[in-house]
């Protein structure tokens, strides 16, 4: 382990003791589980997702599907069509919807947030390559992303083992206790926004995940994902939410993952299940739902603009990508005015 990172303290001790749970949640900003999820379960879901990164051409021909060996020059992340084009395959499969509301999870989030929890019906994987560190989800807080309430809860889990060297999610403990939203700047990497934090604020956390491992923290918390350095294969994880039914929920959580790049509609989503029971469940709760807040992306896009003018490989990168995913909405054309400015 990178000796900048220190271990988590894990929390299986106080798992059904509600008042050190919510203590070491509060003073800590997370709680980290030792195979708290069932890793038969996880098997299965790797097996069905990574049947479809092989069918999509993202793992090698040859190779077995379950050890997620990339095939080269496929590589992509979220901002890419490409990239889209497989994970929205990936995303209509009722197993991983199915993830998001497995048992053992729900009952630790009612113990924290209260009955009756809601599972954000956006669930969310991260299928992340190797030699593709640029693109690393940056330090941030997820509320910028998700909004709606403080108190919603991450839930981020391996799909299989995953040491540091593949790249899991690293926290700052206690840098959610300001309980306040930090200033994001542009950055590459998932979500487009970052934050900077200095070495005084503390040492970052993370271990080597086994499969069933999971991380839970609250929406404030401050952390990243750590890069992908191994030499072929693809990390695989599960980062989903949830809240109390009765708080507020943004509107865009109630979408498909990155149907704002590529559209898709949960009836193409359902189209295939063999079961109704989760489709369309948050429409049985009286959900206070809220606009998305624009704020934080505009800004994003513009420090994109500004460090693009001045020949930053990274914003042009960016707006390259922006302008090839539909060249005609107004951010696209303000993109290819900056970049043929700069040459691009």
Not at 34 to 58: F, Y
Not at 179 to 193: N, T
């Amino acid at each position: 382990m990178d000796r900048t990172i220190a271990e988590f303290e894990a929390s299986n001790d106080a798992l059904h003791d509600l008042p050190e749970l919510r203590r070491r949640l509060n003073a800590e900003g997370y709680l980290f589980f030792r195979r708290l999820q069932d890793p038969d379960k996880l098997l299965a879901l790797r097996a069905d997702i990574t049947r479809v990164l092989m069918e999509g051409g993202w793992l090698q021909p040859g190779t077995d599907p379950m050890d997620a060996i990339y095939r080269p020059g496929a590589q992509c992340t979220e901002g890419d069509l490409e990239y889209t084009d497989v994970y929205h395959q990936m995303y209509k499969l009722e197993s991983f919807h199915r993830s998001g509301h497995w048992p053992e999870v729900l009952s630790l989030i009612g113990k924290i947030a209260g009955e009756p929890v809601l599972p954000h019906p956006q669930k969310i994987a991260r299928l992340w390559f190797p030699k593709y560190t640029e693109h690393t989800t940056p330090v941030h807080q997820d509320f910028v992303h998700f909004q709606g309430s403080y108190d919603t809860y991450t839930c981020w889990a391996p799909v299989g083992n995953c040491p540091i060297k593949l790249g899991g999610l690293a926290v700052l403990p206690g840098s959610h206790r300001m309980r306040a939203i930090r200033d994001h700047h542009f950055s590459l990497g998932a979500g487009g926004l970052a934050v900077e934090v200095s070495e005084a604020e503390g040492t970052w956390l993370s271990t080597d995940y086994q499969i069933g491992d999971c991380l839970v923290f609250d929406s404030l918390m401050v952390h990243q994902a750590l890069p992908n350095l191994t030499e072929d294969r693809l990390r695989i994880s599960l980062d989903h939410r949830y809240q109390h039914a009765g708080l507020p929920i943004a509107v865009h959580m109630l979408q498909p993952h990155l149907q704002g790049l590529h559209p898709l509609t949960w009836e193409e989503v359902y189209a295939g299940w063999k079961n109704d029971e989760l489709k369309y469940y948050w429409k049985n709760h009286d959900l206070q739902v809220l606009p998305r807040i624009l704020a934080w992306g505009e800004q994003g896009f513009a420090q994109a603009l500004d460090l693009a003018s001045q020949d930053d490989a990274r914003a042009q990168h960016h707006l390259r990508r922006l302008v090839k995913r539909d060249p005609h909405t107004e951010q696209a054309q303000r993109a290819q005015a900056v970049l043929a400015a700069a040459g691009n």
